[in-house]
């Protein structure tokens, strides 16, 4: 089992004890005497399975630092180690470090070997699972993109074009997870793919429709969402694509403005043509509630500068 290690404390013994602890451990052990050197080496790009530091130090404490890295680098372990082991120590660093371990000095090398093992055991087979999951959700994705290409190009393009303009705007909004909607985007037509040819070009050519062809295709979006929801990590996406085409559905809060997102871009490529730009479409495009509509604020500002 081998790993990287950072120890920081503002004692030089103690960074030296730890690494004489770990000398004969297949573990890499890099020291940083302060907070601000810790956060720097992360900065600068190092990759640690396992961070210990101490709780006093100058300048920044064990807990700060931990909350930090717990924000920038949420995958990697925390262990923090403490001379004062009171119930609000443990509690801040419970809640705001959410630490791994919480050992008091002095700490016997032992447990403190054990525990690092443990983290690093535990860092090891998440990556695995993570990466797993990954694999999965790629290979799910292509596949949904391999039937629409074989069994609707026309989907498929169009879906294409969706997640070009989801692009621009996700760049631009500076959204936190911007995978979301850029598939959401992506994947929206995929519900359409069981409709009936006849209806499909009724849709194109924007013919008029029967009640009964209008039902079959209220029942879209709750398809997609039935398919979209089943492949791992795809549950928001689901949720985002089904809210945007049928408002009346909930999802949660965190959703709503890439539903509002996703819901102008569906209006947009419906409505624009080789003869209408984006930016007069959105123009004319007026909110779909009376509460207004932040994505189509957002599209406009994307689209017309």
């Not at 081998?2 to 297949?26: H, I, Q």
């Not at 923090?80 to 791994?100: E, K, R, S």
């Not at 447990?111 to 090891?124: D, G, M, N, Q, T």
């Not at 797993?132 to 799910?140: A, I, K, N, R, Y």
Request: with cysteine; aromatic share 4%; charged share 25%.
């Amino acid at each position: 089992m081998t790993g990287n290690l950072l120890f920081v404390d503002d004692d030089p013994k103690a960074l030296a004890g730890y690494e004489r602890s770990f000398c004969r451990e297949p573990l890499m052990v890099t020291t940083a005497t302060s907070g601000a050197q810790a956060l720097a080496r992360l900065t600068q790009g190092e990759e640690f399975d396992v961070i210990v530091s101490d709780l006093r130090m100058p300048g920044m404490d064990g807990i700060e630092l931990l909350s930090k890295v717990a924000a920038f680098r949420p995958d990697t372990f925390r262990i923090l180690l403490t001379g004062a082991a009171d119930l609000q120590t443990a509690v801040a660093a419970v809640n705001q470090a959410g630490i791994f371990r919480l050992l008091l000095k002095p700490c016997p090398a032992e447990a403190l070997v054990s525990s690092v093992r443990e983290a690093v055991r535990l860092r090891s087979a998440l990556g695995a699972e993570k990466e797993l999951l990954e694999q999965t959700v790629t290979g799910s994705v292509a596949l949904c993109m391999d039937l629409l290409a074989a069994i609707d190009p026309y989907a498929l393009r169009h879906g294409e074009r969706l997640l070009q303009y989801a692009r621009r705007v996700s760049k631009a909004a500076e959204l936190r997870e911007p995978w979301r909607l850029q598939l959401a985007a992506m994947l929206s037509p995929i519900g359409f793919v069981a409709l009936p040819n006849e209806l499909k070009q009724a849709i194109a050519q924007n013919a008029p429709l029967r009640e009964d062809q209008r039902e079959r295709l209220r029942e879209v979006p709750l398809a997609t969402h039935r398919l979209l929801c089943h492949i791992p990590r795809l549950e928001p996406v689901a949720d985002i694509v089904l809210r945007a085409q049928s408002p009346q559905h909930e999802c949660p809060k965190d959703l709503w403005l890439e539903a509002d997102i996703l819901a102008v871009l569906l209006r947009l490529a419906a409505e624009t043509s080789d003869s209408q730009s984006e930016a007069a479409a959105l123009a004319a495009m007026k909110p779909s509630s009376e509460e207004g509509s932040p994505g189509l604020e957002l599209v406009r500002r994307v689209f017309t500068g």
